[in-house]
């Protein structure tokens, strides 16, 4: 028995060493060829455990780059369609002041409304005039309550000449905009001077409300700014629009519209692995991210402990994830290394070469087999 202790031990140590790569974390990722094992797709695949499915792998190309590249202008065109057009015509809505003229009648004219006769005593009162109210009616002399909401001030013109000739002879009147209240914008995020924005009889453009909002900061991400209207949201990829010559002061906002710039702290990749310095990467100043740029910015690939043809990026998805494989000991993969473009949240994965990870099960192995010695000895 004082004999037998000891190379127990060591054979039990020895038999963890030769398992150990099945159950020490984070040192390899598991790819098979086998097909059964992901439900009878052909193809490599991440290989099951207790927590995840198997996971198909695509293989990264600049076939695949390019063809994923296309699929983005695609979309970017049809999302163009819908948003871009020519603006309508500012109309009238509750809350708007009209400044309104009749010809030849000074009495008519020094009729302002309610309390509104007076210079404004701060910048936040309206302008003198007559103000619409919250049912969208106007009250002038004469001619009474008239609705005017969703009218042109050439349209509310004519409906109050027609109502004023009742009682006078050719009325010549005159409608314009004192103040406008009605309808407004809104620019969130990553801006200097966020807020809400008037829209008036000028067309409000992208590039026109970014500006009047400070213009971007130092850490919009120009790609991610998210447009939401009428219950969607659109992202709106600058680079992307100026790239396939789709003007961005084309796109005119509508009432109600809300910009949001969005961080691009909050788009960044997570790198992992056989890296030098393992953290996370951020879009640059245009919003991009390829996969070179992520590598550069963590330091590049670890030399002496990656595995240069496992390279994997891991990109979450709805109900599972989707993973690409780089072999990237071909010249050719740091072109599709910088072709390919990242998303937010994608995680960049470099796997260490077979002798790292069995250099590392060892360093965790030894302590157990300088704990089964020592044991032995002391039984001697």
């Known amino acids: 028995m004082k004999h037998f202790f000891p190379r127990t031990a060591v054979a039990i140590a020895l038999a963890a060493m030769l398992s150990a790569c099945a159950f020490a974390p984070g040192f390899r990722m598991p790819v098979s060829g086998d097909a059964t094992a992901s439900g009878g797709d052909a193809g490599p ?46 109309t009238v809505g509750a809350g708007d002041v009209l400044q309104i003229v009749v010809w030849d009648h000074p009495e008519l004219a020094a009729a302002q409304g309610a309390g509104q006769s007076q210079a404004p005593a701060k910048t936040s009162d309206p302008a ?12 002038f ?5 008239l609705a005017v909401a969703g009218l042109r001030t050439d349209e509310i013109q004519q409906k109050l000449a027609t109502a004023l000739s009742t009682y006078l002879v050719k009325p010549q009147v005159t409608v314009r905009m004192a103040s406008y209240r009605a309808r407004q914008v809104y620019v969130d995020g990553q801006v200097h001077t966020p807020g809400a924005l008037s829209l008036t009889d000028v067309p409000l453009s992208f590039y026109d409300a970014i500006a009047r909002a400070g213009g971007f900061n130092d850490n919009a991400d120009q790609s991610d700014v998210v447009l939401v209207r009428g219950g969607d949201s659109y992202r709106i ?55 070179a740029d992520a590598l550069s910015q963590v330091g590049s690939i670890n030399s002496a402990t990656a595995d240069t043809a496992q390279m994997f990026v891991i990109r ?5 994830a989707r993973v690409y494989h780089l072999d990237s000991r071909s010249p050719v993969s740091m072109l599709v290394a910088n072709e390919f473009e990242l998303q937010p949240k994608d995680v960049v994965y470099v796997d260490g070469s077979g002798l ?3 250099n590392r099960v060892i360093s965790l192995l030894m302590p157990l087999i300088s704990t089964g010695l020592t044991a032995g000895v002391i039984a001697k």
Do not use: C, W
């Open 128 to 139: 003198a005039g007559f103000v619409v109210d919250q049912k969208g009616n106007l009250r």
């Open 356 to 358: 790292v990870r069995f």
């Open 45 to 90: 695949h991440i290989e099951a455990t207790a927590a995840t499915p198997a996971i198909p792998v695509t293989e990264l190309d600049l076939a695949l780059v390019r063809r994923d590249a296309d699929r983005r202008k695609m979309n970017q065109d049809q999302q163009a369609k819908r948003l871009f057009g020519a603006p309508k015509a500012y």
């Open 237 to 291: 990829d600058v680079p992307q629009l100026l790239a396939q010559g789709l003007n961005p002061s084309k796109l005119y906002l509508k009432e109600g519209d809300l910009l949001r710039v969005t961080s691009r702290d909050d788009n960044g990749v997570y790198v992992m692995g056989e890296v030098n310095k393992p953290g996370s990467a951020a879009p640059r100043r245009d919003g991009r991210l390829t996969l």
């Open 316 to 320: 979450p998805g709805g109900d599972a």
């Open 141 to 145: 002399p004469y001619a009474g309550t």
